[in-house]
């Protein structure tokens, strides 16, 4: 079994920074991609940034050069570190990963439980 855990969420005020963290543990083999997607309400689940193994990443437009995907693979953890928050941020955070698990050698891809980021003044 694997597990997904997110912290760092919270209330921030516009044009602030907020940092999320994802720390996966359990039956780890090996993990791939590592995401956060993010979900608002009355909006569908939208993926926000994409880190591979190999630390390419991929953004949504609408977060462009205010937000940054990393990770450290020693910690099976993926960071988001979130500037120049906007209103339209306000969200439950998720991160996602695909991850290889040690007893059968397949792919899954998990989730974590998600954490709330609210901007507003």
């Known amino acids: 079994q694997v597990q997904l855990v997110e912290s760092g969420g919270g209330l921030v005020q516009p044009g602030g920074s907020l940092r999320l963290s994802c720390a996966a543990s359990?039956?780890?083999?090996?993990?791939?991609?590592m995401d956060w997607y993010r979900q608002a309400p009355g909006k569908e689940r939208e993926l926000v940034a994409r880190i591979t193994s190999g630390g390419r990443t991929t953004y949504v437009d609408s977060v462009k050069g205010r937000f940054t995907i990393s990770r450290e693979n020693g910690k099976n953890t993926v960071y988001l570190e979130m500037t120049s928050l906007k209103p339209e941020d306000t969200a439950v955070y998720y991160c996602?990963?695909?991850?290889?698990?040690?007893?059968?050698?397949?792919?899954?891809?998990?989730w974590g439980q998600g954490t709330q980021v609210t901007v507003s003044s």
């Open positions: 359990g039956s780890i083999f090996s993990i791939n991609t």
């Open positions: 996602g990963a695909i991850v290889v698990v040690t007893t059968n050698r397949r792919e899954y891809y998990y």
